[in-house]
T-cell receptor, first 113, second 120 residues
Framework: AQSVAQPEDQVNVAEGNPLTVKCTYS??????LFWYVQYPNRGLQFLLK??????LVKGSYGFEAEFNKSQTSFHLKKPSALVSDSALYFC???????????FGTGTQLKVEL | GAVVSQHPSWVICKSGTSVKIECRSL??????MFWYRQFPKQSLMLMAT?????????EQGVEKDKFLINHASLTLSTLTVTSAHPEDSSFYIC????????????????FGPGTRLTVL
């Protein structure tokens, strides 16, 4: 079975400060890892993914994530947060070659002035 | 690229009626589409995986006779909630997986904007 843990229900950060949203995963075989963002009453928007290659993945809107195999983590980061980054963030994992995407419970990011 | 649309974006219906939700991949072909349900402040729950031209695969606990899924073409999947009841009220989100060897992002699922269903 595959699973994703997002240990923080909410992360608060001041605008201009760096942000980190944590994610750890469990899957057999090679993991395909994804981050999505959801704004209120909207679907999910794709931010970035790790399939293979460089452990540091750069995505949309200045976000990046680092794949750490030994710690089974895929934390989302951004060097300087914006108020407009405030949203619900989901980490997801799929087994390489598999079909089912498993989501974490989501982390609400709140960026304040 | 990789845009997924859903229609309608919201619907209110009376208990006992059926509601159809459409999911379209606008600029790519999707052999596989997925239907999710999301409750307030919760994660997405996969309901079923829809494969073009074949029967959908339902997750455990999801009633296939209540949530009818049809994937008649590579760009369209529909979810019909039959004999809807208030407990079916939810946010339904579809997604499509980009397929094809020559399409960038072949391992990424793209999501529709969601449909808010309210059953009175």
């Amino acid at each position: 079975a595959q699973s994703v843990a997002q240990p923080e229900d909410q992360v608060n950060v001041a605008e201009g400060n760096p942000l980190t949203v944590k994610c750890t995963y469990s899957v057999s075989g090679n993991p395909y890892l994804f981050w999505y963002v959801q704004y209120p009453n909207r679907g999910l928007q794709f931010l970035l993914k790790y399939i293979t290659g460089d452990n540091l993945v750069k995505g949309s809107y200045g976000f990046e994530a680092e794949f750490n195999k030994s710690q089974t983590s895929f934390h989302l980061k951004k060097p300087s947060a914006l108020v407009s980054d405030s949203a619900l963030y989901f980490c997801a994992v799929r087994k390489g070659g598999g079909n089912k995407l498993t989501f974490g419970t989501g982390t609400q990011l709140k960026v304040e002035l | 690229g990789a845009v997924v649309s859903q229609h309608p974006s919201w619907v209110i219906c009376k208990s006992g009626t059926s509601v159809k939700i459409e999911c379209r991949s606008l600029d790519f072909q999707a052999t596989t589409m997925f239907w999710y349900r999301q409750f307030p402040k919760q994660s997405l729950m996969l309901m079923a995986t829809s494969n073009e031209g074949s029967k959908a695969t339902y997750e455990q606990g999801v009633e296939k006779d209540k949530f009818l899924i049809n994937h008649a073409s590579l760009t369209l999947s529909t979810l019909t909630v039959t004999s809807a009841h208030p407990e079916d009220s939810s946010f339904y989100i579809c997604s499509a997986r980009v397929t094809g060897r020559h399409v960038r992002g072949t391992d990424t699922q793209y999501f529709g904007p969601g449909t808010r269903l309210t059953v009175l």
